[in-house]
C-alpha cells in the first residue's frame, strides 16, 4: 500500500477554533482508493513549521497532501513556502487568473480585487490542479519520487479537487495494491466482553487481514480490513473472514454495513411502509433527533412527543392521571401509557416511548438517577425494559437513545 | 507560552472512519491554561510509528499529550509502547486495579473479565493519573524535562482526566503566571464583520492581553485572556478591557459570561417563572434536546410536538388544515398556527415553532432548500422571520435551531 501523509496548515486548527473533518473525508476517499494514510500532522501558519513537516513527511511517505493556508488574506503562506521549498518563483497562471475572474464575474456577481488577482499566481514548478469551487488552485509538486500536492482547507473546495483531480492522479500514478473492509455494527455488548469473544478468531487472521474495534455510543462496530494485489481475491478471502465473524458475534449483530442504528430501523420501516411515532420524556428529543438528521426521514417518522412535564403526558399523550400518581412518572405502567398514547395520536405503526431520571439531580432511594423505562411497540404488542444507568446526563441521554432504538429494531424483526 | 504537542493514536482516525473531535477540545483546554498546542499528529496503532512520534514530537515541545491506544483488545498497544520507550516494565497498579474492579462491581454491575484486568497494568516508571470515567489509567512519564501524559481517546474519560489531573499539574509544574479569562457570545454576525468593528481595539490591546474569536453554530464568542504575575491586578485589568469590548459588540451580545444560548433562555425563563413549549418540524427535536441537555430544564419546558408530518401538524397542534393547503407546511401562517396550537395545547407561557426545508431533497424553485419560517411568542404576541440558509442538513439544523433561541431570547428581553 501506498503510504500518504496528510499536513493541514492553519492556526485556527491547532488553537481548537475550528474541528479538523476534512482530514477523516479525505482518509476515507483515499483508502477506497487503496492508498494508506500513515499519519496526519496539523501545525500553524509559520514557515519553519511547514518546512520541517515536508522534510518529515517526506521521510514515510511517497505522497504528501497539503490543505489550507491558501487564502488571500496575509497569514496564508503556504503556496509561497512551497515556491520556496521547491526551488520556484511565483507566476500568474493564466487559467486559473481566468477561474478566479469567471467566479467574480459570474457566481459571486461581485466587483474584483487586487487581493483578489493573487490567488492566480502559482509558483513556476508546479502543475496547477483546477479549482471549481473557489480561488485557490491546486498545485502538484514532484521530487525525488515523492508527489506533493496542495489544497484549499475550504471542505467543499478541497472534496471537489480530491475528486476531480487528486485521486484520478494518483491511481494512474502508482500500481498499488487493492484494500477493503467490511464492516459490522453489535450493541448490548461491551467491547472487552466482544473481544474475549472473538479472541481465538481474531489470532487466526492471516497477516493481511486487521481487525478494528470501534466503541461509540455504547455500541461498537467491527473493522475487518484486507489488503492484496489481486481485488477478486482479496475481496473473496474477506468476505469468506467476514461471514465467520457475523456468525460469532450473530446475537448481538445490528446490521453487517457501515451505517449507524438509526438508519438501520429506518430501513426496516420503510422495507414494511410502516410508520414510526416518539414519546420521549427523559431523553427530550434526542430520538427524534437522530431519526431526523438522516435526509428522507418524513418518509417514515410521523413525529413524536416530547412529554417533559406530567400534564403534557396527561393532556397530549392521555396518560391515565391515576397510574401517573400510582407508579410514577418513570414506571413501568406509565411507559406503556405514554406508548399507547403515541401510537393513537399519531397514527404510527410502531413507537418508542422512553421515561427515565438523567440526572444529576432528581433521583430518589428507590429510584435512583439512571432509572428508565423503555416501552417500544405497536397496536398488536408491547416490549417494556428497565435501565438502570450510572453515567452523566448526557451518555445517559444516549445510552437511552441507542436502547429504544435496539429494542425497535429486535420488536419489528420479531414480527 | 509553553510548546505542547498531542499525538493521537488509533487506525479508526486515520483511516478517517471518525472525526477527531478531542484535538480542538484539548488545544481549547490548554490554550487557555497558557499553553500553546504547536503540532498535531494523529498515527495508527503501531509501534515503529508511535515511538517516531514520540522521538519527533520532544524535539519541539515541553509537553506531549498523547491520546488512544489503550482499551483491553489486541489493537491497543500504546501503554506496552510507552513502557518499552521509557525502559520500564508492567506491574498491576494498585489503584487502578480498584477503579477497575470497583466500575465492574458498583457501576457496570457486569462480571470482571480476564481481559479487564489488563487494564489496571502500567509501566513502573510512569506516575499514574486516576480515570474516574473509565478503566484505562492515565500515565504520566517525565524524561529529560520533557513530560509525556497518555491518556484515554474515549472524548468524556480525557475530558475528565485533563480537567481533574493534567491541566492542574502542568499549571503547578511550569509555575505558569496567572491566567483570567472573560468570556461573551454574539449572535447574527459573522466573523469578519465582528473583527472590523472591533479592529482598532484589538491592535490597542496590551501584549499580556490576547483576544480569541471562537465560532460555533452560527455564533461567535469572544474569549479576553490576561496574563500576569498578580491576580487582583490582571483581573482588574482584564474587567476594563472587558467592558469596552460588551460597549462596542453590545447590539450583537447574547450574553457576557461562559454560558449557551440555550442557557440564557433559561435563566431568563426561570426569573419571570415562565415556561417553554416546542412546535417543531425542520428542526426534528433538535431543539428540544439542547434545552434538556441542560439539568434542572423540566423547572420551566413543558415538552414539545415535533410535527414532521402535516397529520400531526393538524390532528396534535389543531392546525388549520385550509392554511396548510393553500401556504403549504413551510410558510408564516403555517408558522403562526404550529404557535399559537403548542402554546395552548401545552399551557406554556412561551413557545418556539419551525417549519422548513433542511435538505438536501425536499426543496422547489419557489422554496428551495434552506427556506425556514421561525415564530416565537406569547399569548400576547407573535414574531416571525424567514430563513434562507445555504448548508448542508446538519448545519441547516443548527443554524435553525440558534435563531429560533435567539429570536425568543429578544422577543422575551423586548416584553
Redesign the interface.
Known sequence: MIPVSIITIGDE?????????N?????????KAGF?????????DNKP?IIH?LD?ERK?SSVILITGGLGPTNDDITKYVLCAYFGGKMIVDTEALKNVTYLFEEVFKRPLQEINLKQAEVPDCCTVLLNKRGTAPGMLFKQNEKIFISMPGVPDEMMGMMEDGVIPYLIKEFGMECIV?QTLLTAGI????L??MINDY?KSLPSSV???????HGMV?L?L?ATGKDKAQTSSLLDTLFRQLKQLVAAYMVTDK?ETLESVVAHLLTRQNASLA?A?SC???????L???M????AY?????????N??KE??LSVNSEILQQYGAVSEPVAREMLTGVLS???STYAIAVTGIM????GSAEKPVGTVWIAVGSALDIQTKKL?L??????N?QLTAMHGLNMLRQFILSQ
Request: charged fraction near 20%.
Open positions: 486548527l491547532l488553537i481548537g477554533q475550528v474541528v479538523d473533518t482530514s477523516a473525508w479525505m482518509a476515507q476517499a483515499l483508502n494508506a494514510v500513515i499519519r496526519r500532522v496539523a501545525i500553524g513549521d513537516a518529515e514515510q473492509h461491551g467491547e472487552s466482553f473481544a474475549e481474531e486487521r481487525l478494528a474495534y470501534l466503541p461509540a462496530r473493522r480490513t457501515d416518539l420521549e431523553t427530550g428529543g434526542y430520538i427524534s433527533h431519526i431526523t438528521s435526509p428522507g426521514s418524513s417518522y410521523n413525529g413524536g412527543v416530547v412529554c417533559y412535564s400534564a403534557v393532556e397530549v395520536k399519531l397514527k440526572g444529576p439531580g432528581g438502570n450510572r453515567f452523566d446526563r448526557q451518555k441521554i
